[in-house]
């Protein structure tokens, strides 16, 4: 490939200073003419064509010597840029889990504002007019959100289940309240076996379920109901005083 384009180049070079079948004498001399020295007449046609190829081959070694360069400052670049693109990538994905952090600490500082409390207040373990022993509930909700359902179960194994009416027959192991808001009141009563255990130790859970964003919350109290002291009995001929104790009443 040298040689053929080194031919081209002398031929070029050829071209402006004799016309075409001239000796090599006088291409020498038309040589030493443009060039200005005597030194030029004195080489070959093929000294020129090797000198012509040598250059040629320099210049394409240059060339392929500068294309390696050129691939190796590319590969560099895009080494960087992969670099670059990967700590962007990691870059955004710390953003994102942030955003992440930032949102669910936000929600869960909403939930906390609209969290409702509730007091539970309890009297003493006394008979109903049936005869069965209950233990009267009151829940106030001292704040929070409003409420679409408030559920209410009790876990203890002298516990019946829980009723809205004192004097029913009917118990259920968990019951709806419906809806509630900041200071409502709700009342129950905890039905018990006849010959409970005592001491008595009940656990209430409440279940609340917000009625915008459909949130709930559970939480639960323990409670140590006692046994109600019997009234005093009256001394022969004398009036029984009133002693002022009575059932709990929600």
Request: glycine content about 6%; some cysteine; overall charge neutral.
């Amino acid at each position: 490939m040298h040689v053929t384009v080194g031919l081209e180049a002398f031929a070029a070079l050829r071209r402006p200073v004799e016309p075409a079948n001239v000796d090599d004498r006088r291409f020498r001399e038309a040589l030493a003419l443009r060039f200005g020295s005597s030194e030029w007449s004195g080489m070959g046609t093929e000294t020129w064509i090797a000198i012509v190829g040598a250059g040629i081959s320099f210049a394409a070694a240059g060339i392929a010597v500068w294309q390696a360069r050129l691939a190796k400052d590319q590969a560099r670049t895009a080494k960087d840029s992969s670099v670059s693109a990967r700590r962007q990538a990691e870059a955004a994905e710390k953003q994102v889990q942030l955003m992440q952090r930032q949102i669910e600490g936000e929600e869960r500082n909403r939930l906390d504002a609209e969290k409702p409390i509730f007091t539970v207040e309890h009297g003493e373990v006394a008979d109903d007019d049936n005869s069965q022993r209950c233990v009267g509930l009151r829940l106030t909700q001292d704040k929070g959100t409003s409420l679409s359902n408030v559920r209410v179960s009790v876990v203890e194994t002298s516990v019946k289940g829980i009723r809205l009416v004192r004097d029913s027959w009917d118990a259920l192991t968990a019951i709806d309240l419906g809806t509630s808001a900041d200071r409502a009141v709700h009342r129950l009563w905890i039905a018990l076996e006849y010959n409970y255990v005592d001491p008595l130790q009940v656990t209430v859970r409440i279940e609340a379920t917000a009625r915008d964003s459909g949130a709930s919350w559970s939480s639960e109290r323990v409670i140590f109901p006692t046994q109600l002291p019997p009234e005093p009995r009256a001394q022969t001929g004398r009036m029984r005083r009133p002693t002022g104790r009575g059932a709990f009443t929600p």
